[in-house]
């Protein structure tokens, strides 16, 4: 009996125990990161430990169970909305409480949940200087043309990039939502490949909303350092990711490099089953590694790649980075900003001389930060 007892409570001390995780998601009216009497808090905003996904109650408030593998608090942004300082918060071991201040940011989504947003990937400044100018053609225009958000798709490049980056391009200082996918040379040596990476962007998959379409960024499998995530931990998150999202939602998402070549978008893990993302109206694939500017229709979804938009690409295109016009229904159009051209005007041809004596003059311009829809020239000929 004695042997018996003693057996089970060996066996209760040894049995994991997971913490419970509580907060509340609102509206930082006054922007000050703190829950204040009288601000509203907000029901339905997805919530995730990692694994596990919940929705906020009536009062804003939301509880996690947590799992042996977690490592953050994180929210699904909602349309329209950033948050104050960040979309996530680093589980600590003496804290249970974890609230999520809202911050409403005008004029970037349409009534009909049409956007734009700014695509750039494989910047790579572990090795490169003066990146002041094309970080203000991206500020530039996505100030001028209301973009939504801007998504890096990763390759940031090793312990210097990583250290680097963060400082030139942020949600504070680009005016709007900023969100960072994890590249294989952003796997760098620690107690595991994203370590780093974590401490100063956060988790290596989310998700955020916008207009009408439901964004998910998803880790690089691999890298120069092994990762601490598998892909069973991202299939079991992204299956619940994706149970939360009302059905027929357009879906897109991003990643350091592209998934298939097939025309079935399949989510592969070994031990969680699989995802075939066609199924959740999967519209684009968007991606970066390959340092080329492509896009493919692979069956029903497109399969987006954006060069690098500070050095160029291996196919020779020029530097660039990605914008993307979303409709109501989250079909999408493409186009590409060249950089480092401000208000740039040269002459094309003269067309000739007119019955009148007027001499039609044929310019190209362009600007880097905004499409030019006006142009006044002024020609000088013996003085006048």
Request: proline share 4%; with cysteine.
């Amino acid at each position: 009996m004695k042997k018996t007892f003693l057996l089970s409570c060996l066996m209760l001390v040894a049995m994991p125990v997971m913490a419970a995780y509580t907060g509340r998601v609102y509206v930082d009216k006054n922007k000050n990161g703190v829950f204040d009497p009288g601000e509203k808090t907000w029901a339905g905003i997805k919530v995730s430990d990692g694994l596990n996904v919940v929705e906020t109650a009536a009062d804003g408030s939301f509880t996690l169970p947590g799992h042996e593998r977690e490592r953050f608090i994180f929210i699904t942004t909602p349309s329209g909305y950033k948050t104050f300082n960040r979309h996530y918060h680093k589980i600590e071991e003496k804290q249970s409480g974890y609230d999520f201040g809202l911050m409403p940011y005008s004029g970037r989504i349409r009534k009909d949940g049409s956007h734009k947003y700014i695509h750039i990937a494989d910047t790579e400044i572990f090795n490169t200087e003066n990146h002041e100018d094309w970080v203000n053609n991206v500020r530039d225009y996505a100030r001028n043309e209301q973009a939504a958000f801007i998504i890096h798709t990763g390759d940031i490049c090793y312990e210097k990039g990583l250290k680097a980056h963060i400082k030139l391009m942020n949600t504070e200082n680009m005016d709007c939502p900023v969100f960072y996918c994890i590249g294989n040379h952003d796997l760098v040596k620690g107690k595991y490949g994203e370590e780093l990476f974590e401490s100063i962007y956060g988790p290596v998959y989310y998700s955020f909303d916008a207009g009408n379409v439901h964004y998910i960024v998803t880790p690089m499998p691999g890298g120069d350092h092994a990762p601490g995530y598998t892909a069973d931990d991202v299939c079991r998150w992204l299956k619940n990711d994706l149970a939360h999202i009302r059905p027929g939602t357009p879906v897109v998402v991003f990643n350091h490099d592209l998934l298939t070549y097939e025309d079935a978008f399949i989510f592969k893990s070994k031990n969680a089953g699989s995802i075939n993302l066609n199924e959740h109206n999967l519209k684009a694939w968007v991606y970066g590694h390959w340092h080329i500017n492509y896009m493919k229709k692979q069956g029903d979804v497109y399969s987006v790649c954006t060069s690098s938009l500070d050095k160029g690409g291996i196919d020779h295109s020029t530097t660039a980075f990605r914008v993307m016009h979303v409709d109501s229904k989250g079909d999408f159009t493409s186009e590409l900003r060249y950089t480092y051209l401000d208000k740039n005007i040269c002459i094309a041809s003269p067309a000739g001389v007119m019955a009148s004596g007027v001499l039609p003059v044929a310019v190209n311009v362009y600007s880097s930060v905004s499409p030019v829809k006006e142009v006044l020239y002024t020609c000088l000929a013996d003085g006048k």
